[in-house]
């Protein structure tokens, strides 16, 4: 799938003739905006999940009417159209290899169902995000979500905030919050399942070293396709 988008390259260096160095592309990555286009990209699963795009009733009927599919991408249309971008897909060599989603609270009604709730006024919400097997590791994490950032920075957002689950233990639709403190959130509201925790974007934007390592393990931690699930 091609598409506009912020590119970066993995470079290969290996001697050539005459001791100059020969450079060579190993992988094109690519980071795109999500849109009705590119839905079709997210895991099968993802594509239907609406377990942050409508409240808990709505969502159980969705899925049981086989109607949760549509409600994503309606979901999806109205936010481009009244807020703008969403969310972001990264590809390697034309590959799907991750992605996030994020909104203003106003746009994700089960957040609404947390006991930590609400987001703060100042703040945008991280609902989920993925760095798909097999793509670990080669530093995905990081740029999805420094994109997101330079994003935000843009549009005047000062913060991403995140429900995170302090019982952790399977991969669903809410990150662990474990993972969350350790790639920089902080927590704004603790609870002993459910805290919220913030991150001020212009931090996220110089996120180096260690932090890249704790972000490849929070977005891979999401490696199973998410079911919707009450709370």
Not at 152 to 177: M, S, Y
Not at 185 to 212: C, D, N, Q
């Amino acid at each position: 799938m091609k598409g506009p988008g912020f590119t970066w390259n993995s470079r290969h260096v290996r001697p050539g003739p005459f001791g100059m160095a020969v450079y060579s592309v190993v992988m094109g990555r690519r980071l795109v905006p999500i849109t009705l286009d590119s839905l079709s990209d997210l895991p099968v699963t993802c594509r239907s999940c609406v377990f942050w795009e409508l409240d808990p009733v709505s969502g159980e009927a969705a899925v049981t009417g086989g109607t949760a599919e549509d409600e994503k991408e309606s979901w999806i249309s109205g936010v481009l159209l009244d807020w703008g971008s969403c969310g972001r897909i990264a590809y390697v060599d034309d590959v799907p290899a991750g992605f996030v989603l994020y909104a203003p609270p106003a746009y994700v009604p089960r957040s609404l169902a947390f006991p930590t709730s609400p987001i703060s006024p100042d703040a945008v919400q991280l609902m989920t995000s993925m760095v798909l097997p097999g793509f670990q590791g080669q530093g995905i994490g990081r740029a999805l979500v420094q994109t997101v950032a330079k994003d935000l920075v843009r549009r005047g957002v000062k913060a991403i905030e995140a429900f995170g689950d302090a019982r952790w233990q399977q991969a669903g639709c809410v990150l662990p919050a474990d993972h969350l403190l350790a790639v920089g959130f902080k927590t704004v509201r603790p609870h002993p399942r459910y805290p919220r925790l913030r991150l001020e974007v212009r931090s996220a934007i110089s996120w180096k070293g260690e932090m890249e390592v704790a972000l490849e393990r929070l977005l891979g931690a999401v490696q199973k396709e998410p079911t919707l699930r009450p709370l």
